[in-house]
């Protein structure tokens, strides 16, 4: 099981570039546990405890939860830090090198999870890739950065193909979902002008 993921409800304000790499790595396994067991949960119903005793099945999910682990940082780091770094003076290779903190944040606090099937080079490798040329004005605005993560649930959970092709719109509509709450909170605690201050007396 994934509790190591489970974050402690903070409220303080988020105001520092550290605070925010660790909202979005504690929220990123928070919305990965919850998504991916609670649609196994769904999908194999009464039998979900049994089905936990199976080795394969369970080397299955330790593979699966990280790839949707690794998704949901790729959304929630750019996401949180298009809406930390409004401020125009800062550019987008510093935006990018945030999101990039953010995901290296993640996968540092859950590195003793990691098992073969599971490549953290390919993570930080899949983020470099999607930042580059990225539209920053839209990705604070609403759920336009949360793409990876309903498609690597999709992927990656360990239903048989032919159920799970009838689920997939149940699928993205439940992470989408998930992520609601996530964005409530951080607009709610975020202090962008405080981060913005930080990142660039740093540049100077």
């Known amino acids: 099981m ?5 974050p402690r409800r903070e409220r303080h304000p988020i105001a520092s570039e550290a605070e925010l790499r660790h909202f979005v790595a504690t929220r990123a396994a928070e919305i990965a546990q ?3 067991y609670g649609y196994l949960r769904t999908r194999i119903g009464t039998r979900y405890p049994e089905a936990f005793r199976n080795p394969d099945f369970a080397r299955s999910i330790d593979i699966a939860k990280l790839h949707v682990f690794a998704a949901c940082l790729s959304d929630l780091a750019i996401h949180a830090s298009a809406r930390a770094t409004v401020d125009p ?3 987008d290779a510093t935006r990018a090198a945030l999101a990039s903190a953010c995901l290296r ?3 540092d606090d859950n590195a003793g999870s990691f ?3 599971f490549s953290r080079a390919e993570a930080e490798n899949a983020l470099e890739i999607r930042l580059a040329g990225l539209d920053w004005s839209r990705m604070g605005a609403g759920p336009e950065s949360f793409a990876t993560s309903p498609a690597a649930l999709a992927r990656w959970a360990p239903v048989a193909p032919e159920l799970k092709k009838h689920d997939i719109e149940i699928i993205e509509n ?3 979902f998930a992520w609601q709450e996530i964005r409530v909170d951080f607009g709610h605690r975020l202090d962008p002008q405080a ?3 930080e990142l660039l007396a740093a540049a100077r």
């Open 34 to 36: 919850k998504t991916l």
């Open 195 to 197: 981060i913005a201050a």
């Open 115 to 117: 098992v073969e099937g």
């Open 174 to 176: 439940s992470v989408r």
């Open 105 to 107: 944040r993640g996968l």
């Open 89 to 91: 003076r800062i550019d």
């Open 2 to 6: 994934i509790s190591r993921f489970t």
